[in-house]
């Protein structure tokens, strides 16, 4: 899986983290190549795409975030957590939350009585935000938001720096907004999870949004050049039933052909049968029988105990000015 390569066409690659033009193919995955950067690990996608192309894959899509709203009840409860943690340790409002996707960290702040703001790409979303909580989501790049410095107790990215093409220039930024005794919360997708080690490209959090994926010593490297110091790092699980990682197990086990057969698929993968979306006109006994099978899989990987060792799938830090 892991390999040499070289340079690819354009002969291009540029460390998003740490400017380095030395990458080292890791791996292909969905149609993409991810290459680990020679200087600091950061593993990011490469070639990058260009900025009118990352533009495109959020402005005007009215579906992004769907994924999201689907499990609103889990996603509300762990920003609550998240925040209430961080209030635990002395953190406070006023929060700004960096790529606020579907608004739970915003909902989350108002809860606990903070005042708050958004930054969110995706116009459909921030309009859908403001409308719903009557909070600023503003609609420009972090270095062009209207915000006076140090004026955030808090400033989030919560599964927003691996979509940035210029994570350390967004966390500086954050820096400056921040209050004096003011922190950052990052969670990112753990490069280094056990379950991405299992399954590599195959895990769901590959996608064409993310441009990179830290390990905990590159988002260190990340926050330490943006003059911030890690305070606290830990790794935990994500949210939601995964079934991309149960069928990439099922692939290495040489058990998904049998199952298909069993279930009188054919060609047909056995994804499109079991997502979220599962539609139930299809829903044999066969296919019960395999949905109650995938959710005893599922529930038999330790999910909380590898988050406990440092190898759960998200990784999340709290940082303050160095
Ligand atoms: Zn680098």
């Not at 960096?98 to 116009?123: M, P």
């Not at 990215?157 to 005794?181: I, K, N, Y």
């Not at 379950?195 to 926050?223: C, D, N, Q």
């Amino acid at each position: 899986m892991v390999g040499q390569r070289e340079p690819n066409a354009q002969g291009a690659f540029r460390c998003l983290l740490c400017g380095a033009r030395q990458g080292r193919f890791v791996l292909a995955a969905k149609g993409m190549d991810l290459e680990a950067c020679g200087g600091c690990a950061l593993v990011q996608r490469s070639p990058l795409p260009t900025v009118a192309e990352i533009e495109a894959m959020y402005a005007e899509d009215p579906h992004y975030g769907d994924e999201l709203r689907r499990t609103e009840g889990a996603f509300l409860e762990r920003e609550r957590g998240v925040l209430e943690r961080l209030a635990a340790r002395g953190v406070g409002g006023p929060m700004l939350d960096v790529g606020a996707g579907a608004g739970y960290l915003l909902r989350a702040a108002l809860e606990r009585g903070w005042r708050a703001e958004g930054i969110e790409l995706s116009r459909p979303n921030a309009e859908r935000m403001t409308a719903e909580l009557g909070v600023p989501v503003h609609t420009v790049d972090l270095a062009q938001a209207p915000l006076a410095p140090k004026s955030f107790g808090l400033v989030t990215f919560s599964h927003c720096l691996e979509h940035l093409s210029d994570p350390v220039g967004a966390l500086a930024r954050a820096r400056e907004l921040l209050t004096d005794d003011g922190r950052v919360h990052i969670a990112v997708p753990h490069w280094n999870a056990a379950k991405r080690r299992l399954v590599g490209g195959r895990i769901a959090w590959i996608y064409p949004h993310h441009l990179s994926y830290f390990t905990r010593s590159s988002l260190e490297e990340a926050l330490r050049r943006a003059g911030l110091e890690l305070e606290h790092a830990d790794t935990r699980p994500m949210l939601g039933r995964d079934y991309p990682f149960l069928f990439a197990g099922l692939r290495r086990a040489r058990l998904d052909g049998a199952l298909a057969g069993f279930l009188g698929l054919g060609e047909r993968p056995l994804e499109s049968l079991l997502t979220d979306n599962l539609q139930l006109s299809v829903a044999t006994w066969r296919l019960r029988a395999t949905m109650a099978l995938a959710h005893t899989l599922l529930a038999l990987w330790p999910e909380r105990a590898l988050g406990r060792v440092g190898l759960g799938e998200e990784l999340r830090a709290t940082a303050r000015r160095a």
